[in-house]
């Protein structure tokens, strides 16, 4: 389950900043630091695991600004979301499922909406590439501050998975 796995990188992260750069935003070449980002993608998991009625609604996250700003919580929460998709994943029912999704439109309950038709596994797997890219511009933002993440971080698994193949071929 690379969510699980991607998520779980982020974990790693967050256990090796302190947390006043995970909550730092206040810099010239970024508004959105560490802490920031992991919200963003935190809150969007929770709106995939949180959704009713077979209707996923992004924009109406959550926002919770205690993820953003307090390294322990944020990591309490990337670890219980990984126990409620492991679960999900358990049921392929769970996964195959035709689901309903906000397009961006309409106010913050939803009202005036446009929804797509998705599955499940899509929604994962647009999951997966927003987490991967989230990574990606926490990765360059904490390059700024002089901090070098692991050289995985903010890297697709399917890029690792080639790289991989590929020097050991």
């Known amino acids: 389950f690379d969510n699980i796995e991607t998520l779980e990188q982020g974990i790693n992260l967050m256990e090796q900043i302190d947390d006043a750069l995970y909550a730092n935003n206040d810099h010239r070449y970024f508004r959105s630091g560490t802490g920031k980002h992991m919200r963003h993608i935190l809150d969007h998991y929770l709106s995939f695991l949180n959704a009713r009625n077979g209707r996923i609604n992004y924009d109406t996250r959550r926002r ?3 993820l953003e700003r307090e390294r322990v919580y944020a990591i309490a929460a990337a670890r219980e979301i990984i126990g409620r998709l ?18 961006n439109r309409g106010d913050q309950r939803g009202e005036g909406a446009a929804w797509s038709a998705s599955t499940r596994q899509r929604e994962l797997q647009f999951l997966l590439s927003h987490t991967v890219h989230h990574y990606a511009l926490i990765a360059l933002t904490l390059r700024i501050q002089g901090v070098e993440p692991p050289e995985s971080f903010g890297v697709a698994p399917s890029t690792l998975r080639f790289e991989t193949a590929q020097t050991s071929g």
Request: hydrophobic letters at 30%.
């Open 64 to 66: 919770d600004r205690r």
């Open 86 to 103: 492991r679960k999900f994943g358990d049921e392929q029912q769970n996964i195959d499922a035709a689901v309903q999704v906000n397009s």
